[in-house]
């Protein structure tokens, strides 16, 4: 069970709702929730998304980097102190996941092995439960 603290390590960490998450499942196209919000991690992810299924590899490792580091900036601001639970089944957390997995599945796809390796640790330190696809 994440969140369930036996060893007196880090609390999970649980961002606050994001605003884009209403735009995007209405339908809004990702570029335009980027522009809008671009602080938003999942409208990074859902942009990274956007650009790997229209074969865009490059452009979507970018777009899931810039996501990532926007969600780092979001965890630290939410008392994440570099580890620690960042559960998956609390969905304002699932941008910032769905950057980490998007940006290790194109490291692996450009061949970068060393940042596969690192990301595939850092999601199993966030949450291991998190969708690997």
């Given at each position: 069970m994440v969140g369930q603290n036996l060893f007196d390590g880090p609390p999970p960490t649980f961002l606050p709702t994001d605003p884009a998450e209403a735009l995007l499942a209405g339908g809004a196209d990702p570029d335009s929730v980027v522009r809008g919000h671009p602080t938003s991690s999942l409208a990074w992810a859902a942009l990274s998304d956007q650009a790997w299924t229209e074969?865009?590899?490059?452009?979507?490792?970018?777009?899931?980097?810039?996501?990532?580091?926007?969600?780092?900036?979001?965890?630290?601001?939410?008392?994440?102190?570099?580890?620690?639970?960042?559960?998956?089944?609390?969905?304002?957390?699932?941008?910032?996941?769905?950057?980490?997995?998007?940006?290790?599945?194109?490291?692996?796809?450009?061949?970068?092995?060393?940042?596969?390796?690192?990301?595939?640790?850092?999601?199993?330190?966030?949450?291991?439960?998190?969708?690997?696809?």
């Open positions: 074969g865009k590899v490059v452009e979507s490792y970018a777009f899931a980097r810039v996501g990532y580091h926007r969600g780092l900036d979001s965890l630290r601001r939410n008392g994440w102190k570099g580890h620690g639970p960042v559960p998956w089944s609390h969905e304002p957390n699932q941008g910032f996941l769905r950057c980490l997995r998007s940006l290790g599945r194109a490291a692996e796809a450009i061949g970068e092995s060393d940042e596969v390796d690192r990301i595939g640790v850092f999601i199993e330190d966030c949450d291991p439960s998190t969708p690997r696809d």
